[in-house]
């Protein structure tokens, strides 16, 4: 790890006192509640592959194609020189770059292409390595992986896409699919008039014959455009339906699809999103006309796993510039790690991103275990809980550098801009609080499971043990949907706890539930109480 540079003398003064640049440092190897988590939800074999996967990711050259593909964002090619309609964004180099060492080291599909225990384990790790290096580029990556479980309830459209989507090598030339030597899937659902109410979707899908279908209308975000194919909803003759729109038509045609600008973004900025107009776009459909929603549940089942790995990604790289920050910047006589509360605020820090990695890594462990229950409830809590803390936690961290951190030469701005997405993205909270509710109505074995999780760390801490019991009663009826925010941030606490109890050091579980659980705790970030091992959790934590 590069810590030392030599002190810079200009003609007027010397630069003193400013940490140097955080580069070549292994992500994963400084990450010991990753380490650890790694091992305990099932993935210790993958530790090999993340070491060489986290010492990639935090280059100096990694991170320097972070900015540069952020620098230079993608830029819509409507048309060629000629006037032929093309359709095409045109990406910086280093988003190539990015792209490539993802997708080589399975980001994009491991647990499809090598479904052994605790596979998806070990790639919400490699996606949390990557998406603090850069997390625009996720997005692709995220939409690719999570396709697979929506297009194998189509046999005939699997056979045929599995193969290029477990390929590892990526391929970013437009052409038909079937040319490449690997693809990527996107996902467009949303529309201008109905947001997250798909249902109110206008777009039209005709029938065509064997399964085929020429689909009319537009979509309000066509995620990651460049990719192979995109799963799309459309109305059929007998209603919401899922299909597979490829980019090229199976007679090597463009299909019949216009992007019509690049969305201008708070965040996200290296990643392109647009909107898009299908004219007769040729596709195929994906379950049973009328499904389209429970077709496409899956996907944006793992969508929402991956808003809670992206948001634990940009707290935790938030948490390890304002430690390394603190580490090396003197403030009145002494460094700003041992100042008594700029302690307190590292370690409150530290406390939310470790309770977001070990909820994250658990709930990752469920979609290998095939714990549907499990899953089902707990994504949803978890992509609620997550990524509604994810902002306010990097905002706290951005502080700690000062005017440092509000530079753009600085990484922080970039992650302070990225941190709300995935509280927006596949469901904003509203959305996801009502999805929770739907799960506990529909589906008591979720709550059951959820609660028995909970319950396995009864005894340890009064203070949880009080928690859980107003948890439980809590839950003994159905919520009212106006509390359900509150029954949604209760549970995803209490999952917190009960994981840190469990798997962490005394004092990280001790300062969660005094900070979290108590009522007597301050509301901002730096309000642990006296008493609480600093040191301890921040060496802990990087």
């Known amino acids: ?50 070491e060489e ?13 972070g900015f540069q593909a952020n620098e230079f964002p993608p830029i819509l090619r409507t048309h060629d020189r000629f006037g032929h309609r093309i359709d ?20 994009a599909n491991l647990p499809w292409a090598d479904p052994k225990p605790g596979a998806h384990v070990a790639r919400a790790a490699l996606m949390l390595l990557a998406s603090q290096n850069e997390a625009g580029h996720t997005c692709p990556v995220s939409m690719t992986y999570s396709a697979m479980p929506a297009l194998r309830q189509q046999p005939d459209l699997a056979r045929e896409w599995e193969p290029r989507i477990l390929s590892t ?40 014959g064997a399964g085929e279908y020429l689909i009319t209308g537009h979509k309000w975000f066509w995620s990651a455009p460049m990719c192979d194919a995109f799963l799309v909803l459309a109305q059929a003759p ?19 699809f216009h992007i019509q600008r690049l969305k201008q973004k708070l965040g996200n900025r290296s990643n392109a999103s647009s909107e898009v107009e299908f004219n007769g776009a040729w596709a195929r459909r994906i379950g049973e006309e009328s499904r389209g929603v429970p077709t496409i549940i899956e996907m944006v089942q793992h969508t929402r796993l991956d808003c809670v790995i992206g948001t634990a990604s940009l707290m935790r790289q938030a948490l390890v510039q304002a430690i390394h920050h603190a580490r090396h910047r003197k ?93 927006i993205w596949e469901g904003s909270g509203n959305v996801i609080c009502l999805d929770i509710l739907r799960a506990m109505n529909k589906e008591p074995d979720a709550v059951a499971s959820v609660l028995s999780e909970i319950s396995q760390a009864r005894g ?10 107003r948890l439980e ?68 934590a990087f």
Not at 88 to 106: I, K, N, T
Not at 177 to 205: F, H, P, W, Y
Not at 460 to 469: E, I, L, T
């Open 53 to 65: 996967f986290g010492s990639l990711a935090g280059s100096e050259e990694a991170i320097r194609r």
């Open 88 to 107: 095409e964004v045109e990406f910086h180099p280093a988003w190539h770059e990015l792209m490539r060492l993802s997708v080589q080291h399975g980001l």
């Open 460 to 469: 340890a801490d009064a203070r949880f043990d009080a928690f859980v019991n």
């Open 169 to 208: 090598k990526y391929d970013s030339r437009s052409r038909p699919a079937g040319e490449k030597s690997g693809a990527l899937i996107g996902m467009a659902m949303t529309e201008k008039q109905g947001g997250s109410d798909v249902r109110a979707n206008t777009t039209v899908a005709e029938p065509i």
């Open 331 to 423: 403030t009145f006589g002494r460094f700003l790690i041992d100042q008594p509360l700029m302690q307190n605020v590292l370690a409150d820090l530290a406390l939310e991103s470790e309770a977001a990695t070990v909820l994250m890594m658990r709930l990752a462990r469920a979609f290998d275990s095939s714990e549907r229950a499990f899953a089902r409830l707990t994504t949803a809590v978890a992509k609620y809980w997550v990524c509604k803390r994810g902002p306010a936690q990097v905002n706290e961290a951005l502080e700690c550098l000062g005017g440092n951190g509000f530079i753009e030469e600085c990484v922080m701005p970039r992650l302070y801009r990225e941190a709300p997405l995935n509280s």
């Open 1 to 50: 790890m590069k810590t030392t540079q030599d002190v810079t003398v200009t003609a007027t003064h010397e630069v003193l006192n400013q940490p140097p640049p955080l580069v070549d440092y292994n992500l994963f190897t400084c990450d010991r509640v990753l380490a650890d988590a790694l091992d305990r939800e099932g993935a210790a074999w993958a530790h090999n592959q993340l």
């Open 238 to 256: 007998a209603g919401l339906t899922c299909f597979l729109l490829p980019r090229w038509t199976p007679d090597g045609q463009r299909n019949a």
């Open 473 to 540: 009663k809590d839950l003994s009826t159905p919520p009212e949907e106006v509390a359900a925010r509150i029954i949604a941030e209760r549970i995803a606490l209490a999952l917190q706890a009960s994981l840190l109890i469990r798997h962490s050091i005394a004092p990280v579980s001790d300062a969660f539930c005094a900070s979290r659980l108590a009522n007597d705790s301050g509301h901002a970030f730096g309000t642990l109480p006296p008493g609480t091992n600093f040191p301890a959790i921040i060496d802990r």
